[in-house]
């Protein structure tokens, strides 16, 4: 509803609404000029050799700047709309097949463990060296004193800088715990976060072929951040960040082993993708 508002217009990437015979909407923008598409009844009229004509009705995508001559754009006026979603809807079944070498949530959640346990490990040590130096900080206190009364076997000047030689590990070793402390709540809001999305991701992939066409509309708008589509059906497809992580960066963070598809299954030529990799 709120990238629905107007005042989001610019920046929305979910259809207006789910009914219609085109699977992208809201998200579909052409190559070209980079206006946004808009799916359309569109009636194309043919010629027979016996000279009768006959009309087929069918959905397409039109540019909506240059069917208005909005700008200058070299793109097709009108595209296929059964053409292009059913290319965009196998680049969807190829992210899908990447759920096949996708951890389930418990070794998720055990990686988590894992990375959030070596943390706390350096969490102790420096715990436990911030101890010794506390200690050592109130027995110079202590020695400082003594300087007063004559008690002492060292100089105040030793005592001074020995004491802001303490100090500044001290200081040191606090701002190294709190850092420990901010990146082990960030990990666990990043799992929080993670999971949803991972389970949410893992419910597509395995429903898509099933779902409807208003299931099938609706999936591509939180799935697909942008698809754009060129002359000759050259299609461009951007994922949303949110799922992405699912295709590429969990291998750099060792969160997944292998989320790459077979490389039995070659992607269209036509299509190229972003924030995924694909074999």
């Given amino acids: 509803m709120e990238q ?43 010629e027979r050799a016996d000279g009768s004509v006959y009309r087929v009705d069918q959905v397409k995508y039109s540019c909506y700047h240059k069917s208005r001559k909005l700008c200058p754009c070299d793109g ?30 418990e070794k998720i959640q055990d990686l988590f463990q894992r990375r959030i346990a070596g943390n706390r490990a350096m969490q102790t040590k420096l715990n436990f060296e911030l101890g010794k130096h506390r200690e050592q900080l109130t027995k110079l206190q202590m020695e400082i004193a003594k300087t007063l009364t004559g008690d002492s076997l060292y100089s105040p000047e030793d005592l001074t800088q020995a004491l802001q030689t303490v100090k500044k590990r001290i200081e040191e070793l606090e701002i190294q715990l709190e850092r420990l402390k901010e990146e082990e709540i960030q990990k666990k ?91």
């Fill in 4 to 46: 629905r508002s107007r005042k989001n217009e610019e920046k929305r990437h979910i259809a207006m609404r789910t009914q219609g015979q085109a699977m992208l909407s809201g998200n579909i923008f052409c190559a070209h000029c980079g206006g946004r598409l808009a799916a359309i009844h569109y009636t194309d009229s043919y």
């Fill in 76 to 105: 097709q006026t009108t595209y296929q709309a059964e053409k292009v979603d059913g290319m965009v809807s196998q680049t969807i079944r190829e992210i899908f097949k990447s759920m096949g070498g996708a951890p389930e949530e």
């Fill in 189 to 279: 809001q990043g799992i929080e976060m993670v999971t949803p999305a991972y389970k949410q991701f893992k419910s597509w992939a395995e429903e898509f072929d099933s779902a409807t066409l208003e299931q099938k509309k609706m999936i591509a708008c939180q799935l697909l951040k942008r698809v754009e589509v060129g002359r000759d059906y050259k299609i461009s497809v951007e994922l949303n960040m949110t799922y992405s992580q699912f295709c590429n960066e969990w291998n750099a963070n060792e969160f997944l082993d292998t989320l790459l598809p077979s490389a039995d299954n070659e992607p269209d030529e036509n299509i190229s993708y972003h924030g995924m990799s694909l074999c």
